[in-house]
Nanobody
Framework: EVQLVESGGGLVQPGGSLRLSCVAS????????IGWLRQAPGKEREGVAC????????FYSSSVEGRFTISSDNAKNTVYLQMNSLGPEDTAVYYC????????????????WGQGTQVTVSS
């Protein structure tokens, strides 16, 4: 059974940082692309970062590039999202997702999804 389990969300003040983790199981980790996507209330789900676990190449949306860093620890089947300089616009449920065939930010590319973790940026 494929599972993606996110953790690390919470409440943080503007300008603060959080690190999200996604632990994957049930599939060959190195064969998949892993993405972080988010959905704010009333908005469509959007991709913010993705990584090729095979060669560690990464890609970011323009809204987070320079502030967020995606990385993977293949020995632990874990992908991280380090989020710095957070602002209220980053408030959303953050999802980890896995794609067997494509590398990109579009939600339609992903086959498997975690349950999400809430990130709230507020003073």
């Amino acid at each position: 059974e494929v599972q993606l389990v996110e953790s690390g969300g919470g409440l943080v003040q503007p300008g603060g940082s959080l690190r999200l983790s996604c632990v994957a199981s049930g599939f060959t980790f190195d064969d998949y692309y892993i993405g972080w996507l988010r959905q704010a209330p009333g908005k469509e789900r959007e991709g913010v970062a993705c990584i090729s676990t095979a060669d560690r190449s990464t890609f970011y949306s323009s809204s987070v590039e320079g502030r967020f860093t995606i990385s993977s620890d293949n020995a632990k089947n874990t992908v991280y999202l380090q989020m710095n300089s957070l602002g209220p616009e980053d408030t959303a449920v953050y999802y980890c997702a896995a794609s067997s065939h494509s590398y990109g930010l579009g939600p339609q590319l992903y086959d498997y999804w975690g349950q999400g973790t809430q990130v709230t940026v507020s003073s």
